[in-house]
């Protein structure tokens, strides 16, 4: 399987699912958690090696996000204050 980033313009996300089963939470001043199952199924979506993805998250968990939160406000879903939170730097 790749490794390599998703073109977030082909981003696969999973039918059935609504950006907020993600969970996304703060979990430390710096760390955010959220449903790693969910990033598995657009993992395989995707043909991303998840094990892979484990092990440096940041980039393709960030792709994720800002992929299925564009999309989620572009569907007329609500703004989400972490992910507002997240785009100001903070």
Request: charged share 25%; proline share 8%; with cysteine.
């Amino acid at each position: 399987m790749a490794s390599a980033l998703p073109n977030p313009l082909t981003l696969k996300l999973p039918d059935g699912h609504i950006f907020e089963d993600l969970k996304l939470r703060r979990c430390a001043d710096d760390a955010i958690d959220l449903d790693m199952d969910l990033v598995r199924k657009v993992c395989q979506l995707n043909g991303l090696d998840f094990d892979k993805v484990l092990s440096n998250p940041g980039p393709v968990v960030s792709t994720i996000l800002t992929v299925w939160y564009k999309s989620h406000l572009a569907e007329g879903g609500d703004p989400d204050p972490l992910m507002e939170a997240l785009k100001q730097g903070n």
